[in-house]
């Protein structure tokens, strides 16, 4: 899939700059290229070039220094400050043998979303201020069946920015867990979640083979970075299959 036509030109030079940093060219504590050899670089202007890196400071990948340039924060830039599980970890954990199987993937317009991912991600913004295009990817959109010992445990249904991860919907999730790339990509500052017990409608029933109506726990949690959603996610899960448990 080629999105670079669709990729905003800033949103380029911040992917470019994460590559740099995933290969080892700038170190933590090192400085980046100066705005004005990234302008002529990318063939933009100052203005494009500083929006890249004010983001990339605001998620904290970046550290900029008034009148010395801007560095590779000394912090990992993918550490991230809350704590998500993996569900893959988890079962691997208690010695179960895991499996994951890629339902859909997809992108998602800005015309193509209902009301409460618009509320989530506050799209309407977003295309205001960055797309201005119905047509534009502004969301990405994957469903994923997460299997223990062959019987399918959890249905994954996860909507992620497509703006800020435009590499995310070519990965290939029966390999790579959606939380880990994301985490490895982005800082996650933040995280809210509910836990709630729903009859089972078709598409859910059908991946997790169990009966219509049938009682499921959904987990629904939706995790930010630079104070806007990252990504939102439906965790479904049989209700005589899977329980939540922690200490305290």
Known sequence: MDMTKKTPVYQRIKNAILDNIHRGKWQAGEAISTEMALAEEFGVSRMTVNR????????????????SGTFVAQQQFN????????????LKSANRDYQAQVVSKRCITAGMLDEL??????IEQAVESQLDDEDATVLYEVKIIHFADGQPIQFEERWVDAIKLPKFIEQDFSVVNTSDYLIAKIPLERGSYTIRALAAPDEVANALQIEVQSPTLVLRRQTYSAGKVLTFVKMWHAGDRYQFSGEL
Do not use: M, P, W, Y
């Open 52 to 67: 890249a890196l004010k983001e990339l400071s605001e998620e904290r990948v970046l550290e900029r220094r008034q009148g």
């Open 79 to 90: 550490h991230t400050f809350v704590e998500v599980r993996n569900i893959a970890q988890d």
């Open 117 to 122: 991912l618009r509320r989530k991600f506050d």
